[in-house]
Every structure is written in structure tokens, then in C-alpha cells.
């Protein structure tokens, strides 16, 4: 139906008498043609500025993938270059051959660092981003000289055939003044080639120059992202204008625009203003808006969640805090199936930051943290509750599980009593506690006693509450 329509009808209501040269006003049929024409340029326009914000939209989505990858690949001659100190370090100390053949699988085979580089050969990295990565591989190239004629040295020292470990490091001729020290002596010397100032210096170039190519990313991202919310800001107001237009013009023109565009723009409203998302209704341009924002508000839901992630974890660990940690304690007292629970003390912590400085403290921290995450499935819920205590809540795990708990407790003491680094020897003392009915008022002190008796009893151990 349109106007035309109505003008018909409202001329066969015209008395038969009537005169209809004395009729003034504007024609129906003419309003109606005139407003047609205004509908389709509003709607165009309307088109075109959507069109338009998704694709800044898209600018933004793109831009901030190619960050993720660049910040991936990043990471990938990170570990690479990283996993070959490791390796070659470990050598020097305990001269087991499988890390030279580890370190040589990483350099011919796995190529974390230059399979990193061909990959941001295909995103639009900028020339000047790209040359840090380049020169970050550069000095990782040449730390492998010094790595690998450490490597001789052990070799030599330990009366390796050079061969067995490799056509590189048989191709490594030591000088005459390394030839002539101890096996002792050229051990440390090794080991101060991979361990001493320089080395760690070179090691400082390759992450400096890693940080310059995450800078220019982020900063390249930034301001493509920067540029596309410029746009779409003015993009959305423009939307809004055109939208307010065709909203008047159609309520003086037709009911059946009324339901088509005054009725979606109320749910809009009250959609927004309940902060939910829009509901898909009315014309084309309509739905398609609605998508679009859908797209944004989805976007800063994700934004949202990742801001509640932060106030629901540990900023030092990354482990869940003490109100996520006491937030699920509640949710699983209404779950009655199995739980266990053990609340883990570092020992004696006090002594670590009043000898080696709150900054070690942190460390030890963060190192038991990981080795929690690491030990422990992906369904439990590993959490930092105090200063230098620890917690884990297990979901569906029974008391027939305890001795597997206490063989992952001996492993994590044996990795904490025995550093391969400057960090002090340090070791946890655990008490666990079992419930088949949910998390009950009384888990957590029955943890808590068993950590007493553990304690009580020379600490370094795991123990369970007994009734």
C-alpha cells in the first residue's frame, strides 16, 4: 500500500457534487512521489555509511590481527634463540649429549626463528619493524659461534668425539691456549662463555631488538586503529542523523514505514539502554545496522571480559586471587560431586626476601606459580590466596588420588630444592583435604590442618587430614 493508494480513496469519498476545483492543498500522489524519492537518498546514504563502518570495522579486526600474528612471531624467535641457550647451557653443566642434539634439531629442523620470519613476510609489516626482528636473528647467528665452540670445549673436556655431536661442532678447532687447560678448566671456560657478561650482553641485544619490532607493531597498529575509530565515530553519527531523518519523514508518511522503521529504533533504544544486543528487526539498512553493532558490542564484551580477567587474577602469578579463589569455593558447594583441596606454604619465605630482596621474592613466586599451572590439570584451579600462600581446588578428583598429588608435590620440591640459577633453594609445604560433597564449610580446615601437622613435622612435604 502506499499514498497513491490513499489518495484514491479519499477521492471516492468526494461527494459526487462536490467541486473539485475548489480542493486546495498538496496532492497526495505528488507527496508521495516526492517522498519516495527522499526515502531511496536516505536509504542510500544510510546503506553507504554502514557499508562504510564496517568497513572501518574491518580495519580495525585486520589491524589488530596482524598484531597478534607479528606479537607470535616475535615470540617464536624468542624461544627459538631462547631455547638454544637453554640447551647449550645445560650441556656445559651436566654434559649430557642429548641437549647438542636438542640444540642441533632446533637449528635444522623445528627453525622457530626463521620459520617466524618467513611467516611476517606475508602481513603488511613495515620494513623498519621487520629489520629488528632481522637483526635480532643476526645476533642469535652469532651467538651459535660462541655456543657452538662452547660446546667443543665440554666436548673435549669430557673426551667426546667431536663427530657424535655433529659436523659443526667437528668442524670447531680450539685455540692452543684452550688446549692447554684441564678438562676442568675447560669446562668453566665453556661455561663462562655462555654464562658470563658478554654473553648475557649479546642475550640483551636479541630481546632489545625483539621489543623494538612489538613497539613498532603496536605502535603501526595503533594508529591504523586510531584512524578507523575516527571514522567510525563520524560514521555513527552520520547514521544517526539519517536514521533520525527517515524516522520523522515516515511517521508523516505511512503506517507501514512507521512498523518498518519508528518500532525497530525504539527496541534499538531500549536495547542499548539495557546494554544488550540488538534484536535483528525491521528493513534491510535495519538489520544490517543491528549486525554491524552487534560486531562492536561483542567486541567490547570481549574487552569487558578481558578487564574482568585482570580483577580476578593475580598480578604477580597470573593465578586466580583470593575473591575468585572464595567466589568458586561457593559455586562448587552447590555441585555435590568430589573435590579435593591442598593449601601449599613456600617455606621459610620470610628468609628468602630478607637475604635476597623482595625482587627474588617475586621470582620464587612466580617460578612456584608455574610449576603449580604445569603440574596440575587443566581443570584444576590453581590460585595465589596470601603473601607466600598457595592453593589448588581439583573438581571430580577423589581421596584414591592422593598418592598421585604427593608424587606432584616430591616432583615440585625437587625442582625448587635444586635451581639451575642464581635462585635460592626453596620448598613448599602442602596439606590437602578430600570432600565427595562439594566444596563443604569444613574443606578448607581440614586443608589447613594437615598443612599444620606437615609443618609441625619438618615441613618440605605433603600431607592429607586423617579423621
Do not use: W
Not at 573435590?339 to 617460578?367: P, S
Amino acid at each position: 500500500m502506499n499514498m497513491a493508494d490513499s489518495q484514491s480513496g479519499s477521492h471516492s469519498q468526494t461527494p459526487a457534487c462536490g467541486n473539485r476545483k475548489n480542493i486546495r492543498g498538496i496532492r497526495i500522489r505528488s507527496l508521495n512521489i516526492g517522498m519516495i524519492l527522499v526515502s531511496c537518498i536516505l536509504y542510500i546514504l544510510l546503506i553507504l555509511a554502514t557499508i562504510h563502518a564496517a568497513d572501518n570495522y574491518n580495519s580495525m579486526v585486520r589491524a589488530t590481527d596482524e598484531y597478534i600474528v607479528c606479537e607470535k612471531n616475535a615470540a617464536l624467535v624468542s624461544e627459538g634463540s631462547g631455547y638454544l641457550t637453554e640447551q647449550v647451557r645445560l650441556f656445559t653443566v651436566n654434559a649430557d649429549p642429548e641437549h647438542v642434539k636438542n640444540y642441533f634439531t632446533e637449528v635444522h629442523v623445528t627453525r622457530r626463528r626463521n620459520t617466524a620470519l618467513s611467516r611476517l613476510q606475508e602481513v603488511s609489516v613495515t620494513p623498519q619493524a621487520y629489520s629488528f626482528l632481522e637483526i635480532a636473528l643476526e645476533h642469535s647467528n652469532r651467538l651459535m659461534e660462541q655456543e657452538i665452540y662452547a660446546i667443543r670445549l665440554v666436548a673435549q673436556a669430557h673426551g667426546y668425539d667431536p663427530a657424535s655431536l655433529g659436523a659443526e661442532v667437528s668442524a670447531v678447532s680450539l685455540t692452543q691456549e684452550d688446549l692447554s687447560l684441564s678438562a676442568q678448566e675447560m669446562t668453566a671456560r665453556a661455561q663462562e662463555l655462555v654464562f658470563g657478561p658478554a654473553y648475557l650482553d649479546a642475550r640483551a641485544l636479541i630481546t632489545e631488538n625483539i621489543s623494538r619490532f612489538i613497539d613498532s607493531a603496536v605502535g603501526t597498529t595503533e594508529q591504523e586503529q586510531a584512524g578507523s575509530m575516527a571514522n567510525l565515530h563520524l560514521t555513527m553519527k552520520g547514521q544517526q542523523i539519517l536514521i533520525s531523518i527517515l524516522f520523522l519523514e515516515n511517521i508523516l508518511v505511512f503506517i507501514l514505514i512507521l512498523r518498518l522503521i519508528v518500532k525497530p529504533l525504539q527496541i534499538y533504544v531500549k536495547n542499548i539502554k539495557e546494554e544488550k544486543m540488538l534484536e535483528i528487526t525491521g528493513s534491510y539498512e535495519f538489520k544490517y545496522l543491528a549486525l554491524t553493532y552487534n560486531d562492536i558490542y561483542e567486541l567490547n564484551s570481549a574487552n569487558k571480559a578481558m578487564l574482568r580477567h585482570k580483577a580476578e587474577h593475580d598480578p604477580l602469578t597470573g593465578l586466580i586471587n583470593r575473591g575468585a579463589f572464595d567466589q568458586l569455593r561457593q559455586i562448587l558447594k552447590t555441585r555435590m560431586a568430589p573435590v579435593a583441596l591442598l593449601i601449599i606454604d613456600v617455606d621459610k619465605f620470610k628468609l628468602v626476601n630478607d637475604g635476597y630482596g623482595h625482587e627474588m621474592g617475586d621470582r620464587i613466586l612466580r617460578k612456584v606459580a608455574a610449576l603449580l599451572e604445569k603440574s596440575f590439570r587443566s581443570t584444576d584451579y590453581p590460585a595465589r590466596i596470601g603473601g607466600d600462600e598457595f592453593a589448588v581446588i581439583m573438581p571430580e578428583l577423589s581421596e584414591d588420588k592422593k598418592d598421585m598429588l604427593m608424587q606432584k608435590v616430591d616432583a615440585i620440591n625437587q625442582i625448587l630444592l635444586h635451581p639451575d640459577n642464581d635462585e635460592p633453594a626453596v620448598s613448599l609445604s602442602v596439606g590437602g583435604a578430600f570432600s565427595e560433597n562439594g566444596f563443604s564449610d569444613d574443606l578448607y580446615n581440614r586443608a589447613d590442618t594437615a598443612l599444620y601437622h606437615v609443618k609441625e613435622n619438618g615441613r618440605c612435604g605433603c600431607g592429607f587430614y586423617e579423621d
